[in-house]
């Protein structure tokens, strides 16, 4: 065993005793209300904690070196191990679960994707509902780690843009990545607990606030009732998720830079502006279709709350809903459906395409278009004043093909297992971009994905993973070429 | 006017001229039986020979250079030019027409798209029906002239692969591009004919097999029924369509090569055994999908014949179809709406992305894979054995990007002007990709583009012009940029 591989199987240990910790949670919920999820949850926590304490011991004195495959290799696998080793105890807690509903539940909370099998919420075990709002807030930080560490390596569709090193070349006394990451992780910590103390302030009771807290800066959208955020409206608490689901699509690093005193690297950042002006225009496009095609009536949300809540919850893919917007009507249906494959910043919890590469894809339009009425005419694509170099060019354009390839392979799978156009095309949308739910009656926002056959959610299974990975990073440990030495 | 601008006007006046004299042949077609259709047609062709002559001598001795912003011009001109004035004489022919729906036929006609507004064809003059398909047959030339002479000069999306100098360096006495297009235009014309003796052999009437000789060669898909090829099943004429749209579907300039005795250059390009082997593997699956769901009944035409004549309409663009496969349930419908975005091979009649795209896109894909777990080892993307160019690469990602960026934009266009989602988004799809028929009950292949408001005709016709010129040459026309000196 080389040492790549032993870092890895180490970093797998770790995330294990981790998760076994975690699990005590759910178990100390349920303890005096729950003894069947109690135990789920406690047993589990035993075997996952042996199986991550093992490893560590077994590997540790392992090297520190991570080759390119190792790293690829631990972003895949821990995320998938991690599902299945979250699925167990929720098989275990629930009566009427099935091994692949556990796993797609466990799944779609480790992606921060939110799409539900489970319905009567608030009569599922209280351990239960916070484990899901756990397996959402592990996956969000996760992903930024990721983000910041790993993917800037490794070059996955554009990401090399984001490399932390290179971002801030002025600044000698920045501290190492790892370091960095710690402090990103305080930081979403510390935006976990307001928007905890924001929700108890719209009079949720301390538990519903803190599983939405930890879903919403994970922009994740698992809820604890089956009314999703739209159940905690009269309070006021979908305001709240507007605001926090917004602050959880910037990049989590400039929150860094402006406690280190650089507040105003938030304001000129491409993507923190880019983001703000799309949100803005859906939000005002789609206020004016409801106030013209489906206007609220008196005791009804107003227009441009509805509009931005769940806009904002789309376009961040949180997957929050204050209403089923499927219901809107055509041009409303159209709008959801493009939101949700614009995604936040890279950087942040959301999932998704992402700004940033709509702006460099189309810059590199841009100046392809020139090239054409002007052939000699060869200046480089630009973003945020920076010339790109046309590798990280190229791999945003790879990224959008292969992206939008993946969406394409899923929805034609899941229409030849036999669901109806509407349910397959956004169904698998819904799946490589982890927004949530899709559209139409089955699994738009006041539906969920229990009545879909086992072989759609195997499907949807995989195409979370793949999408929360940015596509690369399994695609690439699906290729043979990758095993062989 | 510069030396480009003359050359321009030239070019323009001549093609004028030309449409003038076609506008005699339904002028002739309807003397002794329709006097308002056969006025419309004389009166339009007088009109537009005058303009076209007039340019032709106030141009002549202009020059004969043409610039990269000459050559874009050119052509995004014509189509657009020719597209009005062959709606002139349908709005003065037919009664109950609009401008709007003369203009979205004629260009839907010149785009060799095929959709139409205009029902109970078997009533129209026999001159407007013919008038349509001359319309699809000058846009199937034009179309194979511009991919052979002016694209790959441009490098749009990829084209400059198919330089003519380029594609053989071995032939030293390779004519020069203006002999090859004369001689790829006979090939196109002996082509057309023989169609149209095979669709006599199978008892159409000499007129029925003009018109569908026509728009099968162009892979337009216009029909003088409203049934569509469907009508004329019972003497095989859809077995006749179903191998003239794979041979349109075909590069012409192999044709010429087997003329001239290297037949072997059929079997060993890599666009026709792309599109050979994804049209058998989506005839096959349709085939089983169709045994399985939707058994035929005694009477009806066998699974494979209806999978493989409408799966080649669809594929290649022509529009054809023998039965509403809209009807076919989930699956089927998915596969038609994929097979809209592939179309045939590059220097074809065909539209849409062309499998030469998906196949160099493909390639570049996996080596990109192939860097993320191996970041030093280099190798460029290869096609058809030879290595190439980074350029034509990013031109091809580009144009994926832009093809569905485009579509997604018509598709929200037509949303919000109010149409529902299924003939929104499939009405952008067939037009970006000049298919034709679209999915659902309105705009399907039993319905027509009639009952749409004609805000969505023109969002319709400007997705179609966008399509059939490869998406740059129409944006690149609309940038402000091109129009500074
Ligand atoms: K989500
Ligand atoms: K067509």
Tied chains: 1, 2.
């Excluded at 821990?78 to 979250?86: C, F, G, N, T």
């Excluded at 982890?434 to 072989?455: E, M, R, S, Y």
Aim: charged fraction near 10%; hydrophobic fraction near 55%.
């Amino acid at each position: 065993m080389n040492d790549s591989t032993r870092t890895v199987l180490l970093v797998l240990g770790v995330l294990l005793a981790a998760l076994s910790v975690a699990k005590l949670v759910p178990a100390i919920v349920d303890l005096n209300s729950d003894a069947q999820s109690a135990h789920a949850f406690l047993g589990s926590a035993a075997v996952t904690g042996f199986v991550g304490v093992t490893l560590i011991l077994m590997m540790r004195g392992g090297g520190r070196n991570l080759t390119a495959r190792g790293a690829i290799l631990v972003t895949g696998g821990s995320w998938a191990v991690l599902s299945v080793a979250a699925a167990v105890p929720l098989k275990l807690a629930v009566g009427d679960m099935s091994w692949t509903d556990a796993l797609f539940e466990a799944t779609s909370g480790m992606t921060t994707t939110g799409a539900t099998v489970m319905t009567n919420l608030q009569d599922q075990p209280a351990g239960v509902l916070i484990w899901r709002s756990i397996l959402q807030w592990i996956g969000g930080i996760g992903i930024i780690v990721t983000a910041m560490a790993i993917w800037p390596m490794l070059g996955i569709g554009g990401m090399q843009l984001f490399r932390l090193e290179n971002s801030d070349k002025s600044d000698k006394a920045l501290p190492r990545a790892g370091q960095i990451a710690a402090a990103v992780g305080i930081i979403y910590l510390v935006l976990t607990f307001i928007c905890f103390l924001a929700y108890i302030a719209t009079d949720m009771t301390p538990f519903d606030a803190a599983a939405h807290a930890m879903t919403t800066v994970a922009t994740g959208g698992f809820s604890t009732h089956d009314g999703s955020i739209g159940a905690f409206t009269d309070g006021g608490s979908d305001i709240v998720a507007l605001v926090f689901m917004i602050l959880s699509a910037l990049p989590f690093v400039l929150y860094l830079r402006a406690v280190q005193g650089r507040p105003d690297r938030l304001w000129v950042d491409p993507q923190v502006r880019g983001f703000l002006a799309v949100a803005g225009a859906a939000i005002a496009v789609l206020t004016v279709w409801i106030l013209v095609h489906e206007p609220p009536a008196s005791g009804q949300l107003p227009a441009w709350r509805l509009a931005s809540v769940n806009a904002i919850s789309i376009m961040t893919g949180t997957g929050y809903a204050t209403a089923d917007f499927s219901l809107w009507g055509g041009g409303a249906v159209g709008i959801f459906f493009c939101l949700m494959f614009i995604g936040g910043c890279a950087g942040s919890t959301t999932c998704s395409v992402k700004i940033f590469r709509y702006q460099i894809a189309a810059g590199a339009i841009g100046r392809h278009i020139e090239r054409q009425a002007r052939p000699h005419v060869v200046r480089p694509v630009r973003y945020g004043g920076k010339a790109l170099d046309p590798d990280a060019v190229r791999s945003v354009m790879s990224f959008f093909f292969i992206f939008f390839a993946t969406w394409v392979v899923a929805a034609a799978l899941l229409s030849l297992i036999g669901l109806d156009p509407v349910t397959a095309i956004s169904g698998a949308a819904t799946s490589i971009a982890n927004v949530g739910p899709g559209l139409g009656p089955i699994i738009g926002p006041a539906g969920t994905f229990k009545p879909l056959p086992d072989a759609a959610k195997w499907v949807m299974i995989v195409t979370m993973l793949i999408g929360r990975l940015e596509v690369f990073t399994m695609l690439v440990l699906l290729t043979p070429g990758f095993w062989r030495r």
